[in-house]
Each structure stands twice: as structure tokens, then as C-alpha cells.
């Protein structure tokens, strides 16, 4: 709990739940289902964002830095595997990978911007 102010009393279910869903994940791409696993990310992902707002935010930017590698980790292995005669049916599961990819990056980088405090210019705060 990255040096948690609070010793990650906040955000302990957070965490637990997190880190069942990265695990669920990996379990489904081992076993090359690829859908699940984008599935489970995203819901970790979705849950990171739930840390953000019990003042975990070094544990959340962790926790999504991770879920994004993993994701390219993913799009990686599908690029691999969606070339030659069978590679067709992982095509698709690519295309999703990356469209989620890229939306999970925005939504992280919009998420960042959000939380940059902007001095008032009235009050100088």
C-alpha cells in the first residue's frame, strides 16, 4: 500500500477487489479467452477510480498503470497471434483490445486533467 498515509485502511475492498479481477483476467488470457479478460480489466480498471475518491490516489495510479500495461501486454500477443492461416479468429478480439485500450487511456488522461487544480484568479486559491 505504496506508502499509504492511512496504512490502506480506506481502501482495503477496493484493493481486494481489484486485484480478484487482474487475477480473473490473467486466468482468461491463459486460457486464450481473450473476451473475459478484457471484461475483468475493465471492471478492475473501473474500480481504480473508486480509490481515487477515498484518497488513494498513489494506489489508483498504480493499479491503472498496470491494467493498461496489461492490456498492451494483450493487444501485443493478439498482434502476434492474428497473423498466418488461423490467426483470422483472434482479429477480432485485437480490434476489441485496442478500441478499450485507447478508451481507457483517454478516460485516464481526461481523469488526470480533471484533477489538476486550476487557481481561482478571483481568490488567488
Given at each position: 500500500m505504496l506508502l499509504c498515509p492511512k496504512g490502506g485502511f480506506n481502501c482495503?475492498?477496493?484493493?481486494?477487489e481489484i486485484n480478484r479481477l487482474y487475477k480473473d483476467s490473467q486466468n482468461y488470457q491463459q486460457n486464450k479467452d481473450y473476451q473475459f479478460s478484457v471484461q475483468a480489466l475493465e471492471r478492475a480498471f473501473e474500480e481504480t477510480f473508486e480509490l481515487q475518491k477515498s484518497t488513494c490516489i498513489n494506489c489508483a495510479n498504480v493499479f491503472q498503470a498496470e491494467i493498461i500495461d496489461s492490456f498492451k501486454n494483450i493487444e501485443d500477443e493478439l498482434y502476434k497471434m492474428s497473423g498466418g492461416l488461423f490467426g483470422?479468429?483472434?482479429?477480432r478480439?485485437?480490434?476489441v483490445v485496442t478500441k478499450t485500450?485507447?478508451?481507457?487511456?483517454?478516460?485516464?488522461e481526461?481523469?488526470?486533467?480533471?484533477?489538476?487544480n486550476i487557481p481561482n484568479r478571483n481568490t488567488g486559491t
Open positions: 482495503k475492498s477496493h484493493l481486494t483470422r479468429r483472434y482479429i478480439s485485437k480490434n485500450l485507447l478508451r481507457l487511456t483517454r478516460k485516464l481526461e481523469s488526470k486533467y480533471a484533477n489538476i
